[in-house]
């Protein structure tokens, strides 16, 4: 299982795309960028759910890495019992022009 808060390097996989979802609260956008090198996925398209309120964070630290910048696609309704106002603040992020 592999955990945010204590990633280690994943050097025998070839990635075509990552899909992450985090947890918002407990894990920065610096830190996925982290993740994401270690993993030498890094240069693959990336698909994100995140906070809009904190887009600003999270494509500073997607878009320095040598993947395709990211942009703002739609908003997500995907998780059962979490109130609207939370949930119209829920995002996907992926490449551009894609």
């Not at 500073?60 to 603040?89: R, V």
Request: proline content about 7%; aromatic content about 14%; glycine content about 4%.
């Amino acid at each position: 299982e592999f955990n945010l808060a204590e990633p280690y390097s994943i050097l025998d996989y070839d990635f075509d795309a990552v899909f992450i979802d985090p947890p918002f609260a407990n894990v920065t956008p610096d830190q996925i960028a982290r993740c994401l090198r270690l993993m030498a996925a890094d240069r693959v398209p990336l698909y994100v759910a995140y906070n809009s309120r904190r887009e600003g964070a999270l494509l500073n630290a997607m878009n320095a890495l040598d993947c395709p910048d990211l942009e703002c696609k739609w908003s997500m309704n995907y998780k059962e019992g979490m109130n609207d106002e939370t949930q119209h603040w829920i995002w996907l992020y992926g490449p551009e022009n894609d």
